[in-house]
DNA sequence: ACCTGAACACCGTTCAAGT
DNA sequence: ACCTGAACACCGTTCAAGT
């Protein structure tokens, strides 16, 4: 509908966009080059103009999950300005809520289903800028006294580890269904922040906001 | 060679078998049941007769991953029966292992390759024992005042995610170069342990054996 | 430069048939 | 009960050819 016969000028993005909706709609296994080209309306082998193989279109669909996670971190940045406690806790929480809206996303841009991540520049850059800005409410979260002297390096990536953990379990349902019964994901991840800060954070506090 | 024509009494442990060193070898995208079924001897329809699809033989070999960490997590338990600091250690370090020697292996087991984990009883009950093992080191660990007083369902889930979320990381290859360049990725699991107990765990203490 | 259509090798899965 | 071989629909990828 957007052009009729050879198409628009960026098929590339069209089909990075088809490529995300046919993985929200079919999951990981129902995604193929295929499928993307017929619903993007040009021939199976049209993709190869944009695409060396099927794993660029992946990384290209990560790169996509990675700028979704990067562009919520800056507003929630924005939105608690002075309140470096406030943006690690609900950057945890954006995490958590990505893992469970979109699962599939999630995978593909979270659980290494890119298989050589070194070969896709975009890719490489925007994993950075999202450490960076992990990095950083560490940094003014350690100032205000929330963690103890570490590399701040160790404090983010360890940080990280440990939230991607819980939101990758939850995720694919590997969480002990008696801890299910009792605790809810947002718990896990309460308890994981608290375990890896020296304050106590108390979920009720931060309620009032999705 | 262990037959000749109608093959051996058990095709289907001989298939998981070759499936894991097909895996081991090809990595999970030259895992087919094809190649399996050639492997060992068998026509391409044959495995059907043992799993009713691609997905079953892949919750099979998945059950072999969890059973190798579980006979692991064993091991480790008596050979250190009154230490359990010293079993909590040690198992976070296998785990490391596991995902370092045999990364394909370890993405079936416990990367969410497996789509619907609760149709097979068996991968569920070697999970469910895992997790209690985990269970019991807390438990013993807490007795001697290594975490302060939580459930222990939550402790042992918070733990058990924290070092999922470091080796898939390092095994995805998703740890920050500056981080690499730095720590090794047992320095990343000590981090981690420190974090998540109350009681400094000192490496240099735990060198004496791999 | 961008796209098409035929072609190839490889899949997963089914099913009638054989022992 | 266990396995085979043909068949089908679907892949990823390549390439000569068209505009």
């Known amino acids: 509908m957007v052009s009729n016969s050879y198409h628009h000028g960026d098929l590339k993005n069209a089909l990075i966009k088809v490529g995300v909706e046919l993985l929200t709609k079919e999951g990981i296994s129902g995604l193929s080059l295929r499928k993307v080209a017929k619903k993007a309306g040009v021939s199976h082998s049209a993709p190869y103009a944009h695409f060396s193989d099927k794993q660029a279109l992946i990384a290209a669909i990560s ?13 929630i940045i924005e939105k608690y300005p002075d309140d470096p406690l406030r943006q690690l806790v ?47 409410i560490v940094i003014r979260c350690r100032e205000i006294g929330i963690f103890k002297q570490e590399p701040d390096d160790l404090l983010a990536q360890g940080l990280w580890s440990a939230i991607h953990g819980v939101v990758s379990l939850v995720q694919q349902g590997q969480v002990s269904s008696s801890v299910l019964n ?6 896990l991840i309460f308890f994981t922040l608290n375990q890896m800060t020296q304050i106590e954070i108390d979920p009720q506090d931060l309620k009032r906001n999705d």
Chains 1, 2 share one sequence.
């Open 63 to 75: 790169t996509e999950g990675h700028t979704q996670i990067y562009e919520k971190i800056i507003a």
């Open 90 to 136: 609900e950057t945890a929480c954006a995490y958590l809520n990505f893992g469970m809206d979109e699962p599939d996303l999630f995978r593909i841009t979270f659980s290494g289903v890119v298989e050589q991540e070194k070969d896709y520049p975009a890719l490489v850059e925007i994993t950075q800028k999202n450490f960076s800005l992990i990095k950083d």
């Open 182 to 187: 009792q605790y809810t994901p947002r718990d």
